[in-house]
Protein backbone atom coordinates (compact mmCIF):
# COMPACT_ATOMS: atom_id res chain seq x y z
CA UNK A 1 0.00 0.00 0.00
CA UNK A 2 1.48 3.07 -0.87
CA UNK A 3 0.68 6.25 1.02
CA UNK A 4 0.15 9.28 -0.91
CA UNK A 5 0.27 12.00 1.93
CA UNK A 6 3.05 14.33 2.72
CA UNK A 7 4.40 14.82 6.45
CA UNK A 8 3.26 18.26 8.03
CA UNK A 9 6.76 19.31 8.67
CA UNK A 10 7.82 19.09 4.62
CA UNK A 11 4.80 21.42 3.69
CA UNK A 12 5.63 24.52 3.04
CA UNK A 13 3.77 27.34 4.79
CA UNK A 14 2.45 30.10 2.70
CA UNK A 15 1.23 33.57 3.67
CA UNK A 16 -2.62 34.74 4.10
CA UNK A 17 -3.90 38.19 4.54
CA UNK A 18 -6.48 37.98 7.19
CA UNK A 19 -9.15 41.11 6.51
CA UNK A 20 -10.98 41.79 9.66
CA UNK A 21 -13.63 44.89 10.03
CA UNK A 22 -10.72 46.68 11.99
CA UNK A 23 -7.27 45.47 10.65
CA UNK A 24 -5.17 43.33 8.43
CA UNK A 25 -2.96 40.43 9.76
CA UNK A 26 -0.51 37.65 7.81
CA UNK A 27 -0.79 34.10 9.01
CA UNK A 28 0.54 30.88 7.75
CA UNK A 29 -0.64 28.53 6.85
CA UNK A 30 0.20 25.41 4.53
CA UNK A 31 -3.02 25.47 2.45
CA UNK A 32 -6.73 27.48 2.68
CA UNK A 33 -8.35 25.61 4.83
CA UNK A 34 -5.95 25.64 7.86
CA UNK A 35 -5.44 29.51 7.02
CA UNK A 36 -9.32 29.71 7.46
CA UNK A 37 -9.29 28.05 10.63
CA UNK A 38 -6.41 29.85 11.83
CA UNK A 39 -7.95 33.66 10.85
CA UNK A 40 -11.46 32.62 12.56
CA UNK A 41 -9.42 31.89 15.42
CA UNK A 42 -7.16 35.06 15.60
CA UNK A 43 -10.42 37.15 15.00
CA UNK A 44 -11.78 35.46 18.22
CA UNK A 45 -8.96 36.30 20.22
CA UNK A 46 -8.87 40.13 18.66
CA UNK A 47 -12.39 40.45 19.16
CA UNK A 48 -12.89 41.48 15.89
CA UNK A 49 -15.20 40.30 12.67
CA UNK A 50 -13.34 38.26 10.00
CA UNK A 51 -14.43 39.82 6.42
CA UNK A 52 -11.86 37.46 4.25
CA UNK A 53 -8.84 35.10 3.94
CA UNK A 54 -6.66 35.84 0.66
CA UNK A 55 -3.18 34.58 -0.14
CA UNK A 56 -0.30 37.07 -0.24
CA UNK A 57 1.59 37.61 -3.37
CA UNK A 58 5.11 36.99 -3.35
CA UNK A 59 6.37 40.58 -3.88
CA UNK A 60 3.83 41.16 -0.96
CA UNK A 61 5.62 43.40 1.62
CA UNK A 62 3.52 42.84 4.38
CA UNK A 63 5.27 42.31 7.95
CA UNK A 64 4.08 39.11 10.06
CA UNK A 65 2.96 40.31 13.63
CA UNK A 66 4.38 38.30 16.23
CA UNK A 67 4.08 38.66 19.87
CA UNK A 68 7.46 40.21 20.10
CA UNK A 69 5.71 43.30 18.16
CA UNK A 70 2.89 43.82 21.11
CA UNK A 71 3.67 46.93 23.18
CA UNK A 72 1.62 46.06 26.02
CA UNK A 73 2.53 49.75 27.61
CA UNK A 74 -0.77 50.84 25.82
CA UNK A 75 -2.60 47.99 27.75
CA UNK A 76 -1.49 49.45 31.00
CA UNK A 77 -2.71 53.04 29.57
CA UNK A 78 -6.10 52.11 28.89
CA UNK A 79 -6.13 50.56 32.52
CA UNK A 80 -5.48 53.45 34.36
Same mark, same amino acid.
Given at each position: ?11 ? @???? &????? !? ?7 ? #? ?9 ? @???? &????? !? ?7 ? #? ?20
Amino acid at each position: MQHTHQALSDMP @LRRF &VVLTN !KNEYIVLGT #DNIEAGYRAIN @LAGL &VDEEL !KDVIPCSEE #DTRQEWTGANYDQTKDNEKES
